[in-house]
């Protein structure tokens, strides 16, 4: 899938690296359940897992997001597509230098709208740590409704911690735009 500055495709093997550094940077991981450093041969587990997947099968398939015309990975975007094939879950990481400068916002909505106007789906969800409000701000932004706020819902890196629930239906989709 492409989009004005990206390009979303299947994981490869030459992506272990950038994804074994950006998934070890604590501040990137810092949300996510995973502990760093990722080792070298966890990395390659996961991205050999990663380019085995189906898209269009039920089940996590994870986007490897790249800057279009380079080979330079910054992020990935994961969908969980439900047992029903009507509704799926998304997540996202993005390496820290690339945060802030809409990549994960523009590779978030071209998933969304491959979801919600190519597959049909119904309805695409979303969850995250109470605390990261940048992703808050990104599912809002793409048009996710926060749905709720479960307090102390995870056990995460020793503590708990307050998940927030976001959703978006296909009759949201696209949403209104200011145009003002």
Not at 70 to 90: C, F, P, S, Y
Request: with cysteine; glycine share 8%.
């Amino acid at each position: 899938m492409l989009t004005e500055r990206l390009e979303l495709r299947r994981f490869r093997g030459d992506d272990v690296a950038v994804f074994c550094a950006y998934r070890s940077d604590p501040e990137v991981a810092r949300y996510q359940p995973w502990e760093t450093p990722l080792s070298t041969v966890d990395a390659c587990e996961l991205v050999d897992e990663f380019a085995g997947l189906d898209p269009d099968a039920p089940g996590w398939f994870q986007y490897a997001v790249e800057l279009r015309g380079t080979d330079a990975l910054i992020g990935d975007v994961g969908v969980n597509l439900h047992e029903n094939r009507m509704q799926a879950e998304i997540g996202f990481t993005f390496a820290r230098e690339h945060q802030g400068r809409g990549y994960a916002t523009e590779a978030v909505s071209r998933v969304v709208d491959h979801l919600l106007v190519s597959q049909g789906l119904r309805r695409v969800s979303a969850e995250c740590d109470a605390r990261n409000t940048a992703s808050a701000r990104l599912l809002e932004r793409v048009g996710f409704r926060r749905e709720g706020h479960r307090p102390e819902f995870t056990w995460i890196k020793g503590e708990w911690t307050d998940d927030l629930l976001f959703g978006l239906l296909a009759r949201d989709w696209p949403p209104a735009r200011n145009t003002a």
